[in-house]
C-alpha cells in the first residue's frame, strides 16, 4: 500500500489494545515501521506479531523514561500519545491522586514527550494527542476526565505554535466500544449504547477502527496543524 507514510517510523505510546491497537496496526498497515511503547514491554511484545512492530518501555510519568527512549529511537517521524488515566466521579468523590495521575498521563507526560522527541522529528513530522468527548460535553460524573481532555485541547495549540513547522493535532474521540465499557456488565452496555445510538446524530457507536483513520489523516495532512479532530458522532451537539 502506498501512502506519505512508507518507510516513516511511528511511535505509539499506549497498551496492545483498543484504541492503540487500531492506531498500530492502521499505521503499520499504511506502510510504516511501528513503536509501540509503554509500561509493560512483555504484554506489548506479545500483543503483536509482525517484525514491522517493536515494542519498548517508557513510563510517560517518568521524564527520565522518556528521554531514555528518545535517546534509544533517535530520528522518528511521528509520536502517538494514546495514554490516559481517567479521574472519573462526582465531585464529592475526586482525590487529589486521582487528578494529579489524570494529569500527569495525558497532559504533563504529552509536554515532555514533546520536549524529549521534537529535536528527534524528522521533517514533515508531528505529535498526535488525544482528547475526548467530555472537554466539549460536560457531564455529571466526568469532571475530572473534562478538565484533563480540556487542558489538552489547549496545549495541541499551544505546542502547535512553539515547535512549527512540526505538527501537532488531537484527536477527541466519541464513545468507542473498547473493552473499557464491558465493566458495566452485557446488559448495563448493551442499553447504554442503545440509548446513545439512538440520540447522537450518527445514529452508532464509534469503534477503534474510525479513531485510528482519524490519526492517519493527521498525521498524513502536511497543512493541518493545532486541531483537535472530534470524533465523536456529534454527541456534543445532543
Known amino acids: 500500500m502506498?501512502?506519505?507514510?512508507?518507510?516513516?517510523?511511528?511511535?505509539?505510546?499506549?497498551?496492545?489494545?483498543?484504541?492503540?491497537?487500531?492506531?498500530?496496526?492502521?499505521?503499520?498497515?499504511?506502510?510504516?515501521?511501528?513503536?509501540?511503547?509503554?509500561?509493560?514491554?512483555?504484554s506489548l511484545r506479545a500483543a503483536y506479531n509482525d517484525e514491522g512492530?517493536?515494542?519498548?518501555?517508557?513510563?510517560?510519568?517518568?521524564?527520565?523514561?522518556?528521554?531514555a527512549l528518545a535517546e534509544r529511537l533517535g530520528q522518528v517521524d511521528h509520536v502517538v500519545s494514546t495514554a490516559s488515566a481517567r479521574a472519573r466521579g462526582r465531585l464529592a468523590e475526586l482525590d487529589r491522586e486521582a487528578l494529579l495521575r489524570s494529569f500527569d498521563t495525558k497532559v504533563i507526560g504529552p509536554v515532555m514527550l514533546a520536549k524529549h522527541f521534537a529535536p528527534r522529528i524528522a521533517e514533515g513530522g508531528?505529535?498526535?494527542?488525544?482528547?475526548?468527548?467530555?472537554?466539549?460535553?460536560?457531564?455529571?460524573?466526568?469532571?475530572?476526565?473534562?478538565?484533563?481532555?480540556?487542558?489538552?485541547?489547549?496545549?495541541?495549540?499551544?505546542?502547535?505554535?512553539?515547535?512549527?513547522p512540526i505538527r501537532v493535532n488531537t484527536i477527541s474521540p466519541g464513545v468507542v466500544d473498547t473493552g473499557i465499557w464491558d465493566s458495566l456488565g452485557e446488559d448495563a452496555k448493551s442499553a447504554y449504547f442503545t440509548d446513545l445510538r439512538s440520540r447522537n446524530p450518527a445514529r452508532r457507536i464509534g469503534v477503534p477502527d474510525d479513531i485510528a483513520a482519524a490519526v492517519i489523516f493527521a498525521m498524513t495532512s502536511p497543512f493541518l496543524t493545532g486541531v483537535t479532530l472530534r470524533i465523536d458522532g456529534g454527541e456534543p451537539l445532543t
Not at 512492530?53 to 528521554?67: F, G, K, N, Q, Y
Not at 494527542?129 to 489547549?154: E, H
Open 2 to 42: 502506498s501512502s506519505s507514510l512508507d518507510g516513516r517510523t511511528v511511535v505509539v505510546i499506549g497498551r496492545g489494545s483498543g484504541i492503540a491497537r487500531a492506531v498500530t496496526l492502521a499505521t503499520h498497515a499504511h506502510g510504516a515501521r511501528v513503536v509501540v511503547a509503554g509500561r509493560d514491554q512483555d
Open 53 to 67: 512492530i517493536t515494542a519498548e518501555r517508557v513510563d510517560i510519568t517518568d521524564d527520565d523514561s522518556i528521554a
Open 126 to 164: 508531528s505529535f498526535v494527542l488525544f482528547s475526548g468527548v467530555a472537554a466539549f460535553k460536560p457531564a455529571v460524573g466526568y469532571l475530572g476526565v473534562a478538565i484533563t481532555n480540556g487542558a489538552v485541547d489547549f496545549l495541541t495549540r499551544s505546542l502547535a505554535l512553539e515547535l512549527g
